[in-house]
Structures are given as C-alpha cells and as structure tokens.
C-alpha cells in the first residue's frame, strides 16, 4: 500500500509478506565416519513473514526554513516447519536436526545450550564435584538431579534482528543545512566467548567484564579459573542504537564570490559513529565479532569515529 495525505506532506509506503521456500539448498553437518564433515543438499521448509514501512514527512516548510523526516521499520520471522520428515523415536512428532541446531517451530540460526542460571556463590551448599565458587550454574531442566546433554534447550536466537529501524532528519535554514541518521537493530543475540576473551599475538586490552572473584562476587560473570567443562557458550544481546550520521553544510553567499569567478562554494563537515547504545561487549554489535580469532572472526576493532571536512568549489 502506498499513500500520500496531508497534500503530499506525509507519504509513505507499507508492505506485508509471507514467503514458503521449500527444498532450501544447505550444508548439512554429517557423521564423520563417512569420510566428510557435511554435505550439500535440499531438505525441509521454511516461512518467513513480515512487515516493512517507510514515512516520508513535510514537518516544516517556510520560505527560509524547512525539516522534512525520511523513517523506516522492518519485521521479519523465520521459522523452520519440517526438515527430513522423520520421527526414530516414534513420538509422533518430527525430529529434530540437533547437530545442525535446526528445531522445528525456531528460526534457522538458533542455539541449543545449557540454561545459564548465575555462578556458584561462596557459601552455596548446592555445589557439584567438580565446581567452586565461581563456576558458572546451569539449569537442570528434567530435575533430574544431573546435568547433562538432557538439560539443553534452544535458548535463544541469531544471525539478523527482529525488528530494524532508522530515521533521518534534515533540516534547512537559509544557506545552512544539518542532517542526522539514526540507525537501530532489535531482538538478536550471538554466543560470545567469556573465558579469557582476548585476540592471541596482538597487542589488545584483556576485556574487563566484572569476573567473579572473592572479592567481588558476581552473578553474572564466571571466575577466571572456570575451565567451562560443559563447553556452554554465554549469549549476548545485540542489540544497538547508533547515531550513524550527522553532516552540516554552509553555502557561501553568491555576492562574495563574484569576485573570485566562482559560483557557488559550499563548506561541509561529516561525522559518522558518534555514538552506539547497546549491551554488547564485542567491538561491535552488528557484525557480532568478539576478540577471540579462534572463532573465526577477524573484526576485532570497533567502527571507527570519523570526523572529515569538506570543501566544494564550482567555477
């Protein structure tokens, strides 16, 4: 749906989706035993569903001064509805492909771990062989009494956000303009690596996360000394707001120039990453790199803050 009200002072665009692919071309993680880690193949389906808006407003416009807004929102849902079509167990439900963390009813990228339930506190009476103050508690999900594959869950979701927006103000006075872009991603999260995140051969802080110590006994961030037996991943919002862009311009007036045979010259100044809002300890939340090489990330620096000047001449 498009639409234009107010005499053209508000447009804007609205769309709604619903897209079944099915037979997806993935690589499929396979026992080793074959003589291959996976293979390419056509399986299973997969819906995505969603909503994208864009405003365009007029807010103001007078002979020397004006601010017009350009706004955008998209909502996406991915959610896997089969995949081989087997049941081995004979519950009567599709299995499904754990080694891979595809689960019927989740999106495609999701991770299967252990509930993350605070540290082991000096004092605790509860703690297992095998763990110290200190240690990272995980749920036992079954109430069996032990932890083990059986306690693991989907919890949580990646690989792109919910919900995205961004919305750009421009205003004009006179020979002045100044512009601003606001960027933001929603409803994602990524495993991020807490036992001694630092990027090995190069010269980088160790990240200070508040780690557990006698002294400063955290909930919410393991010892040092944790080995991490249950090799459980700590997962990490990432979700960010960012002040992206921000660009201002001065249009030299005309009867200055004259003199110098030029007929327009404008000064510009550009800022872009002033600022990023988010919970995220990584050096940025929308790539998702940690510090760690070993996980295959090399984005071990934030988005540099950049600040430029600018000269446009025109003879």
């Not at 509930?115 to 036992?140: A, E, H, L, M, W």
Request: proline residues 4%; aromatic residues 12%; negative net charge.
């Amino acid at each position: 749906m498009d639409f234009e009200v107010f005499k053209k002072r508000l447009t804007g665009s609205a769309e709604v989706y619903f897209s079944k692919t099915e037979d997806l071309l993935v690589r499929q993680t396979i026992p080793v035993m074959t003589g291959y880690n996976s293979i390419l193949t056509n399986i299973g389906r997969v819906d995505n569903k969603g909503v994208e808006v864009s405003l365009n407003s007029i807010n103001i416009s007078t002979n020397c001064f004006s601010w017009t807004t350009n706004a955008s929102f998209t909502y996406n849902k991915n959610e896997i509805v089969h995949l081989f079509g087997s049941d081995l167990n004979g519950d009567g439900i599709e299995d499904n492909d754990i080694a891979n963390s595809w689960f019927i009813g989740k999106p495609i990228e999701s991770y299967y771990d252990y509930v993350f339930d605070g540290i082991y506190q000096v004092g605790d009476t509860d703690i297992p062989n095998g763990s110290k103050p200190g240690f990272v508690r995980v749920k036992d999900l079954n109430g069996d009494g032990l932890i083990n594959s059986s306690d693991r869950t989907v919890v949580g979701s990646g690989g792109s956000p919910k919900y995205q927006f961004g919305i750009t103000n421009t205003l004009n006075y006179k020979k002045i303009s100044f512009s601003f872009f606001i960027n933001a991603m929603q409803g994602w999260e990524a495993p991020f690596n807490l036992i001694n995140p630092l990027a090995p051969g190069r010269s980088l802080n160790q990240l200070d996360a508040g780690w557990w110590t006698a002294e400063n006994q955290s909930n919410t961030r393991p010892s040092l000394t944790y080995s991490n037996p249950l090799g459980t991943n700590f997962y990490l919002s990432r979700n960010f707001l960012r002040l992206q862009n921000v660009t201002f311009s001065y249009d030299l007036d005309s009867s200055l120039l004259e003199k110098l045979n030029i007929s327009k010259l404008s000064l510009n100044i550009n800022a872009k990453n002033l600022y990023t809002s988010t919970k995220w300890l990584g050096p940025d939340p929308e790539n998702g790199g940690s510090y760690r090489t070993e996980q295959g990330s090399n984005n071990l620096y934030p988005l540099p803050r950049t600040i430029s000047l600018g000269l446009n001449a025109s003879f």
